[in-house]
Each structure stands twice: as C-alpha cells, then as structure tokens.
C-alpha cells in the first residue's frame, strides 16, 4: 500500500484526487484539514459513505498550513510515500484583500510543508508535488509554456511563484523529489461558487428556475484556459509516478472569454445572457490577468496525458449538476409555501 497524503483534501482538487487515489486500490489516503466552527466536507463526504474497503482507506487529520509544529506532527505519524500540496487561500480577487494571510498560507505554508517532507526524506523517500498556478503568468503574452518568464499580478500569484521557486529549490538542493505542476484554470460541478465558471452556471440555472432575477459580473473580456478538474488531477499523479522529478504545465490549449462562458451557459438554459448580467466594479481585480492560454505538450509527451473534457463538455456537465440543484430548492420552496 502507498500512502499519500493531501492538503487542500476538502477542496475541488483534493477530492478529486483522494477519489482518483482511493480507486486505485493500492493507496491509502491521508487529508489534512481544518479546524472550523462548522464542518466543510461536503466534496468527500460521499467517499466515507462507499464500501468499507473504501472508506476504510482514507483518514483524516487535523492541520493548518499556517502552523509548521502540526504539519510536522503529521507527517511524523503518516510517514506518506507522496505529498500533494493543493491546500491554499485559492482566490485570486480575495487576496487582494487579505495579502499577507494569502502570502502565509500560499508561500509560506509550502515552505512549512517541505521543511517537513525534507526531515522526513532523510528516513524514507518522499515525493512532493506543489499546486502551482498559471496565475503566475500574469502579463506574460499568451501561450505561456514553461520557458515563458512569468509576471505575477496578484498576491495570490506573487505566493504561489515563491513556492513555485522554493519547490525547485528543495529539488535542487536537497535532491527531493519535487514536481510543481503549473495548473491553468480547472473547474468542475465542485468548483467553490464564487469562481466565474461556477457562478455562472449557478446564476444561469437560478435564473432559470426563477430563483434569482439578474447576475453581477466583472470583467467579461478576460480570457481562460479552462479545463476539468477530473482530468488535471490525473496529471498530478502522473508527475510523482515519472522516473524523475520535474515541472510540467497542464491545459488544454484553447481559450475562452468570461463573455462566451456566459454565452454558453445561459444558451444551454436557453436564455440570454446580455439579458440577466450586470457589471459591476466589485468584481475587478486591481490589477488584472487579460489572457491565459497554455502549452500543455510536454505533459503530453512525457508523461502521456491529455484532457478528455472540453470547453462545451465542461460547461455542459455544470449547467446539468447546477440545474438539478435549482430545481431542487424551487420545489423545495414551493412545497414549504404549499
Ligand atoms: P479550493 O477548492 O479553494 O481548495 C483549497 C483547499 O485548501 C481547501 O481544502 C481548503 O480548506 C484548504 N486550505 C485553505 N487554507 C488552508 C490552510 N491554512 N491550511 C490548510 N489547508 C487550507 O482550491 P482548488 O481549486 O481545489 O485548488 C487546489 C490547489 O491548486 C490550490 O493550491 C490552488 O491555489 C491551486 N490551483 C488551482 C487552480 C484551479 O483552477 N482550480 C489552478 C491552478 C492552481 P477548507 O475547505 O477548510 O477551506
Ligand atoms: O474564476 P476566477 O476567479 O479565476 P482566476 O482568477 O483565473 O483564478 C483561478 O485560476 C487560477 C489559475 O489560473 C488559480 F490559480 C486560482 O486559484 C483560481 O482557481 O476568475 C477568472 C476571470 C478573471 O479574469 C476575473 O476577473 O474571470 C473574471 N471575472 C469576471 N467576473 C470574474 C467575475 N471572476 C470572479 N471570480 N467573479 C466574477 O464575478
């Protein structure tokens, strides 16, 4: 039995990956999480619920990326095979508003965690794979590749370029086996709602089922590399089972503008958008990332993946999870005034 063990397990990424883990039954499963007033397990829930040969294979642990004494407690009694840094302050909008707990968290939570993976390497080897982000891009002209300079524009970008650095660093120096794979946008029926993906398939599909009246957006000429959760997580994976440690960009290829997701989204309902969305300044980002597009060809060559899931088909798979929703709690309201 391998042993990995997931930060971030209770996030779109993290559940994807424990479940991708879990199904390979030559894993045992360990998640970090945080303590919080009210439970936040709603993506791995259905995990405990399967069979015990499961269930019975994932574990989780108290922890916090900000508090280097309990990530060391817990890779002390781990002891993973592989470690997925996917825990972060994910927002990119939130942290200019929060700066120095994303740069804690982001930047200095990985630093904490590879400080750990490194004392624990010493004893038995250890893989690490750190969530890097083409956040890190920022301004650089599209498509961005690997031998693309990066220009962060956020806090959030600047925190996840540190770690990106200190990921090779502990590569470098210490001989670690680490992979930090430069991720663009994915998304899923799991993705946190405030994500432009996701709200716009909750706002379409609420408006549909006339739950909600208008959508408020920001800026609806940024354009995306979006791809499906599902897919990346396999490529995460597919980094620490290489024969050698190194970094790779995962996407798809394509870009889209937030205009034509809307577009998209709202046509699958069959309404549209210019009638329901609003702009609002709310929603800007002081400085902005205009365009993400990327070269995902060296994941495919060396390490033989590809994403399954398209643009269309990735929308089309939230709207239909999003509309099931809306139209649960309409009849779920219509029944409570009956
Ligand atoms: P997400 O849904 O926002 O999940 C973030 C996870 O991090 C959650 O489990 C969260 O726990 C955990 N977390 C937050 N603060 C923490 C802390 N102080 N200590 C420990 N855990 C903490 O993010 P995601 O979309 O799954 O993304 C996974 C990773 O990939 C992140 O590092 C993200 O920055 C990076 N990334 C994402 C994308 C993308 O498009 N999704 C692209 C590139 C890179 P709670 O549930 O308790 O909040
Ligand atoms: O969905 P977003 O918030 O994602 P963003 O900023 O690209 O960041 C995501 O992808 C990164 C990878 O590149 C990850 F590292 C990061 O953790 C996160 O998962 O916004 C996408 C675009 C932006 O240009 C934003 O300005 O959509 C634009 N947008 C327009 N209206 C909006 C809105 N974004 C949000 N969240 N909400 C809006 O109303």
């Known amino acids: 039995m391998k042993r990995a063990l997931i930060t971030g397990i209770t996030g779109q990424d993290g559940s994807y990956l424990a479940e991708f883990l879990l199904a390979r039954t030559d894993y045992e499963v360990h998640g970090l999480v945080r303590r919080s007033s009210s439970l936040n397990r709603q993506r791995i829930d259905h995990l405990f619920a399967l069979d015990r040969s499961v269930s019975d294979r994932l574990h989780l642990h108290y922890a916090d990326l900000a508090d280097a004494s309990s990530l060391a407690m817990v890779m002390e009694l781990v002891r993973p095979d592989e470690v997925y840094n996917l825990g972060a302050q994910s927002h990119v909008r939130v942290s200019f508003d929060q700066p120095l707990y994303t740069a804690d968290v982001v930047g200095l939570g990985t630093l904490r965690l590879l400080e750990a993976v490194r004392h624990l390497n010493r004893s038995q080897p250890v893989r690490f794979y750190q969530a890097s ?38 590569r470098e120096a210490y001989g670690l086996f680490a992979c930090s794979g430069i991720l663009f946008n994915h998304e899923s029926p799991r993705r946190g709602e405030s994500f432009v993906t996701r709200k716009a398939t909750l706002g379409a599909t609420r408006i549909k089922e006339g739950l909600q009246k208008k959508l408020v957006m920001g800026n609806l000429d940024a354009r995306r590399d979006w791809g499906f959760a599902g897919d990346y997580v396999r490529a995460m994976w597919l980094m620490l089972q290489h024969d050698k440690p190194d970094d790779y960009v995962v996407a798809t290829g394509q870009t889209f503008s937030v205009r034509a997701l809307l577009e998209l989204a709202f046509s699958l309902v069959g309404l549209d958008y210019q009638d329901f969305v609003e702009f609002d300044t709310r929603y800007t980002r002081p400085s902005e990332v205009d365009v993400l597009l990327g070269d995902p060809s060296k994941a495919m060559n060396v390490l033989g993946w590809k994403p399954e899931v398209d643009f269309r088909g990735l929308i089309t798979m939230m709207v239909e999870h999003d509309l099931e929703l809306a139209r649960r709690e309409r009849f779920a309201s219509t029944y409570r005034q009956t």
């Open 133 to 170: 982000s083409s956040e890190m891009y920022g301004s650089a002209p599209p498509p961005q590749g690997l031998d693309t300079p990066f220009h962060p524009r956020s806090p959030y970008a600047c925190a996840k370029l540190y770690a990106h650095w200190q990921t090779i660093n502990y």
